[in-house]
T-cell receptor, first 112, second 113 residues
């Protein structure tokens, strides 16, 4: 079975630029998660969806970050105006009915 | 919310010995405790998990213990091999669907031959 796929794998931006990350979950998984993983730290949940609905986005910096999953399959995470503090790896994960979360390879973002 | 503390941050062991990583949590409602292994440049992979209705779980050289009174859980790797060298994360979830995972800061395990 194909795993979670993400693109791009790497992104380098200047402060103030925008960037979008794309995630394709495992087929049939109804729940999709976006995590931020700063270097040498554990993943931190930003937002998660069940089908197309946002279930929890309480940790998503809403002034600059947005996430959508319009058809309940693929998802996009966007940073409107990146800051140096956003430098991290952005991980997408998916699960079926809240069981084991399978992580994608991540997008490593560097904001200069 | 939940806070998860993980220790040690770095653990060096000799091949063939055992390794132990400890985590504590704050929310007494936490009911699901997975452990993930992450190799450099790779995504985290679930290696073992335990739910709050159990105190011990074992699989393929891994043992997880859960002490709900002390709000503590631990991973024990028996007979370590160089291939066990990686970053290990514990996590805890307090929601009914096991969705909102709070991760510890990780432990770098180094197994020397």
């Amino acid at each position: 079975e194909a795993g979670v796929t993400q693109s791009p794998r790497y992104a380098v931006l200047q402060e103030g630029q925008a960037v979008s990350f794309w995630c394709d979950p495992i087929s049939g998984h109804d729940t999709l998660y976006w995590y931020q993983q700063p270097r040498d730290q554990g993943p931190q949940l930003l937002v998660y969806f069940r089908d197309e609905a946002v279930i929890d986005n309480s940790q998503l910096p809403s002034d600059r970050f947005s996430a959508v999953r319009p058809k309940g399959t693929n998802s996009t995470l966007k940073i409107q105006s990146a800051k140096q503090g956003d430098t991290a790896t952005y991980l997408c994960a998916s699960s079926f009915a809240g069981y084991e979360q399978y992580f994608g390879p991540g997008t490593r973002l560097t904001v200069l | 919310g939940e806070q998860v503390e993980q220790l040690p941050s770095i653990l060096r062991v000799q091949e063939g010995s055992s390794a132990s990583i400890n985590c504590t949590y704050e929310n007494s409602a936490s009911n699901y405790f997975p452990w993930y292994k992450q190799e450099p440049g790779e995504n985290p992979k679930l290696i073992i998990d335990i739910r709050s209705n159990m105190e011990r779980k074992q699989t393929q050289g891994l043992i997880v213990l859960l002490d709900k009174k002390a709000k503590r859980f631990s991973l024990h790797i028996t007979d370590t091999q160089p291939g066990d060298s990686a970053m290990y994360f514990c996590a805890a979830s307090a929601d009914s669907g096991y969705n909102k995972l709070t991760f510890g800061k990780g432990t770098v395990l180094l197994v020397s031959p």
